[in-house]
C-alpha cells in the first residue's frame, strides 16, 4: 500500500479492497510491466488518485505476479481498468488512455460535490454534530434529485432529524409535509411523533405556570431568565430570544448582565448558520455600536 488510498493488490487484501467498493468507487487497474508504455498509464492514474485525494481508491493488480487472481476477472487485454461500486463492477475500459479521457470516465462514477456534502453531512450526524451538518444537508436536499426529478426524501428525513434535534420544530414539520405518500416509512412516522412530542412539552401545565409568574412579576430578572431557556429547551426559540433582547433595548447591562450573557449563550448554542440567531446577532450589535 502506497498510502490510504492507494493499494497493491494481493490475494490477501482483495476482500478487504472490495469491500470497501460499499463506501467509495474503487479502481481496478491490471497492469503488467510487459505492457507498451505502462509506467505513462500508472503515472497518470496514481497522480489522479493522489489529486482526488480519497474520493476514490486505486487497487493496482501486477498481473504477472497475480496470475490465479487476475485470471478470475476475464481480462481481454492489459491494461484493463474496472470501476467498482457495492462490490460490482459498473464500468471500465481497456489499453492505454490519456489523461483527458481518464478524468472523463471519472466524472462518470465519481460523487459530485453535492454528493460529497451529503457524505459529509452524513459524517457529522454519525457524531451527533447537528448544527454543523444542517447547512450542508439544505444544501444537497436542494440540489440532488430522484429519478423522477424530486428532490430525495432520504435527503429529507435526514433534515427534519437535525431540525428536529435543533428544537427547529415548524421547519421540520415543513420538510416531512414535502415526503410522499409513498415515502412515508417507520422512520417518516417516528420523527412526526418527536415532532408532536416536542409540541405538547412547549405548551406544558409547568411552561405555562412559568409564564404565569413571569407575567405578574415582569422585572424578575431571573424568572425572565428561566422562561427563556425554557422556552429555548422546547424549541421556542424566537419567544426565548424576543424576551431576553427588549429589556437590554431599554438597559444594556440588565440584570448586572446577565440578561446578555445569557442571549449570547442562546445564540451560541443557536450555531452561527441559524438565521434567526443571525437576526438577533444584528439586532444585539445595532445596540451595542
Request: charged letters at 20%.
Amino acid at each position: 500500500m502506497q498510502n490510504q488510498f492507494i493499494y497493491d493488490v494481493t490475494e490477501q487484501n482483495i476482500k478487504d479492497i472490495i469491500q470497501q467498493s460499499f463506501n467509495l468507487p474503487v479502481l481496478f487497474y491490471f497492469w503488467s510491466p510487459r505492457s507498451p508504455n505502462h509506467d505513462v498509464m500508472t503515472e497518470t492514474l496514481t497522480k489522479l488518485a493522489n489529486a482526488h485525494h480519497g474520493q476514490f481508491i486505486l487497487a493496482k493488480m501486477d498481473c504477472d505476479e497475480q496470475k490465479m487472481l487476475a485470471s478470475q476477472f476475464g481480462l481481454r487485454a492489459i491494461p484493463t481498468v474496472y470501476a467498482f461500486q457495492n462490490g460490482q463492477p459498473v464500468d471500465g475500459f481497456q489499453g492505454p488512455q490519456p489523461e483527458e479521457a481518464i478524468k472523463e470516465f471519472l466524472a462518470k462514477i465519481l460523487p459530485n460535490e453535492d454528493e460529497l456534502k451529503l457524505a459529509e453531512a452524513q459524517k457529522l450526524l454519525a457524531e451527533d454534530k447537528y448544527a454543523e451538518a444542517l447547512p450542508l444537508l439544505k444544501q444537497a436536499w436542494s440540489a440532488l434529485h430522484d429519478h423522477l426529478g424530486k428532490p430525495r426524501s432520504d435527503i429529507a428525513l435526514l433534515l427534519a432529524k437535525a431540525q428536529i434535534t435543533l428544537k427547529q420544530l415548524q421547519q421540520a414539520k415543513e420538510t416531512l409535509a414535502t415526503i410522499p405518500l409513498q415515502d412515508q416509512d417507520s422512520v417518516y412516522q417516528g420523527l412526526n411523533a418527536e415532532v408532536e412530542l416536542l409540541e405538547q412539552a412547549a405548551h406544558s401545565p409547568e411552561l405555562q405556570q412559568l409564564q404565569q409568574q413571569f407575567t405578574q412579576h415582569p422585572d424578575n430578572i431571573d424568572l425572565m431568565i428561566q422562561l427563556a431557556s425554557q422556552l429555548m429547551q422546547v424549541g421556542r426559540h424566537e419567544e426565548a430570544l424576543d424576551l431576553l433582547f427588549k429589556p437590554l433595548t431599554r438597559d444594556l447591562n440588565a440584570g448586572d448582565g446577565q440578561v446578555k450573557k445569557t442571549l449570547l449563550d442562546l445564540l451560541s448554542a443557536l450555531g452561527t448558520n441559524n438565521p434567526l440567531a443571525a437576526t438577533y446577532r444584528r439586532k444585539l450589535y445595532t445596540l451595542l455600536y
